[in-house]
């Protein structure tokens, strides 16, 4: 599409419909003032280093930014819960910050950041980073043209906690087009209506393997995909190629009402579509497994030219605990694939080489609810999903990076259907359908020794959807394992009466509902002795007799008693 065809779709883009904060400064391509207003705007390094605070909003001039003064880099100033700094495009998808492969365009190591409305692409090693605290972006669109060294690592980097994608998108050349994995931590981190897309890598700096459309895991827990669209369609073959939705080595991480497809015209050079196994990674060590994962609601195509194509491998091995898949489809030429082993409980399998083998009489969207509502927080509304919210401004962002462009719902629709009125909606939030909750993640996890014992405490607000609590444990250095699913739903403590004497005990907790597990609790540690602390001399119980002598004296006799507490 010729450049000013793109631009013209640009300008013709409905604007956001989410809330727009009101404007407290403004900043420009050429921006060069000093007091960042709309009339002398300034460049988004001096708003940034000197202006920026809690609550402030820093609207962007259309246009394209470059250079080390114009980048997302946030890192010196966080904004507070309820008053976040934010930077938002002026008009919805006119912005584009072009890190010209030599810096990243948004890096977000700060807390309470929002950015709004804008494109960002080629970064020099990842496009855009989420790595703080309550970091989030809403409609923005990554990507990474292809580079003279081989591309990049990843498209979007995510680690840290409590970090947001939310309407997004990701394509073109990488290593890794979502990555929520290798850095590690606790999470919770969310990735919610996206599309993805991997394109491939050349030889060079990103070139090795393994290549992936969307990883969950990698030595990060609790992270949750909701309503994702992947497509692997790759220019060559990979050293290691990668399913286009992979996840391993997590805790209490979810995939949900997500799509994966292979078209016949897609290069695609790996057997599954899904891959989930209990795997250690490098940066997980041994033993890091699995565990507390839910799948559900997914659906997995691939057209028959792609004969060796299976839809799954979702696998246990020894560690996996709590693991629930259900409500998958897979139409390829294989089949569906394999479900199952230690710590996996599968069930609501479809599968077959079409869709009227695998679904007869039925649509993915009667049978699939979170295809075709929103989920949010794990939880299905009563919300459609349709129409795909990203739609325009994706087909403009590929206009753009001059890369063959793509339709998402078309892709939908020509595999499975005319997507019915009850399916769509506007961006009205509307209440969970409760028949499909699952809990919440438990809180205030506390620990404390008792006699040789450690009383593991939590709590929990919802008392209507858990059927019961799993708690996990790690001793020392090792891996958390799964300790007892004994607690009842009206539980809230629990005695753990054989813990690791001597070394540091770490528990979390888990609630299990019929619609599948809640996301982990924050851990709680406690050193237990190596012997039990005996009650100290002033707490032991004592004895006394009296007897009264001449003139009314009191004489006392005491003695110490078994402790009776």
Request: net charge neutral; glycine share 12%.
């Amino acid at each position: 599409m010729p450049t000013f065809l793109a631009f013209l779709l640009l300008l013709l883009l409905p604007l956001t419909t989410y809330a727009q904060p009101a404007c407290s400064a403004y900043a420009a391509p050429n921006g060069s003032g000093s007091t960042c207003t709309e009339s002398t705007p300034c460049n988004v390094g001096t708003w940034l280093s000197s202006k920026a605070a809690p609550g402030g909003v820093l609207c962007l001039a259309d246009g394209t930014y470059r250079g080390d003064s114009q980048m997302l880099q946030f890192s010196a100033k966080s904004g507070t819960a309820g008053s976040p700094i934010t930077v938002r495009a002026k008009n919805d998808g006119r912005v584009l910050v072009d890190g010209e492969f030599q810096r990243r365009p948004l890096d977000c190591n700060a807390s309470y950041i929002t950015v709004m409305g804008l494109d960002v692409k080629n970064g020099h090693d990842s496009v855009a980073v989420l790595r703080g605290q309550h970091c989030t972006a809403q409609r923005v669109v990554a990507w990474a043209n292809e580079s003279s060294d081989g591309g990049i690592e990843n498209i979007w980097d995510v680690g840290g906690a409590h970090n947001l994608m939310e309407d997004f998108a990701g394509f073109g050349y990488a290593r890794k087009i979502l990555a929520m994995g290798a850095r590690g931590g606790n999470g919770p981190n969310t990735a919610r209506r996206g599309w993805v897309e991997h394109n491939g890598s050349r030889a060079g700096s990103a070139g090795g393997g393994p290549t992936e459309s969307a990883e969950a895991g990698y030595n990060q827990s609790n992270v949750t995909f909701e309503n994702l669209i992947s497509r692997r369609n790759i220019r060559t073959s990979a050293s290691e190629p990668e399913a286009t939705l992979h996840a391993f080595s997590t805790h209490g991480s979810a995939i949900l009402g997500s799509i994966a497809f292979a078209t016949a015209a897609d290069h695609y050079d790996t057997s599954t579509l899904l891959n989930i196994t209990p795997e250690a990674g490098s940066h997980a060590g041994s033993g890091f497994v699995t565990s507390n994962m839910l799948v559900q609601d997914v659906v997995l195509y691939a057209e028959q030219s792609h004969g060796s194509i299976r839809g799954y491998q979702i696998d246990g091995g020894s560690g996996s605990t709590g693991n629930v898949a259900k409500r998958i489809l897979a139409v390829t030429p294989q089949g569906g694939g394999a479900c199952g082993g230690a710590g996996w409980s599968c069930s609501e399998l479809y599968q077959g080489t079409s869709l009227a083998q695998a679904l007869p009489g039925k649509t993915i969207w009667e049978t699939f609810p979170g295809v075709c509502k929103r989920v949010v927080n794990r939880q299905v509304t009563n919300e459609g999903l349709w129409p795909w919210p990203m739609e325009a401004r994706i087909r403009a962002a590929y206009a753009a990076s001059k890369q063959p462009g793509t339709n998402v719902q078309q892709h939908v629709v020509t595999r499975f259907g005319t997507i019915p009125a009850a399916c769509t909606g506007d961006s009205t939030p509307i209440p969970p359908d409760p028949s499909a909750q699952v809990p919440v993640p438990p809180t205030q996890v506390q620990t404390a020794l008792e006699g040789s014992g450690v009383v593991v405490s939590w709590t929990d607000t919802v008392n209507t959807i858990q059927t019961g609590y799993t708690i996990e444990r790690k001793v020392g250095t090792g891996a958390y394992a799964e300790l007892t699913q004994t607690p009842g739903a009206a539980s809230r403590s629990f005695t753990d009466t054989a813990p690791g004497a001597g070394q540091t005990n770490c528990y979390q907790v888990y609630a299990r509902g019929a619609a599948g597990p809640s996301g982990l609790s924050p851990a709680s540690c406690v050193t237990v002795p190596s012997t039990p602390i005996p009650p100290s001399a002033s707490h032991v119980p004592l004895m006394c007799q009296g007897t009264m002598g001449t003139g009314g004296a009191l004489s006392m006799v005491c003695s110490p008693q078994a402790d009776r507490r």
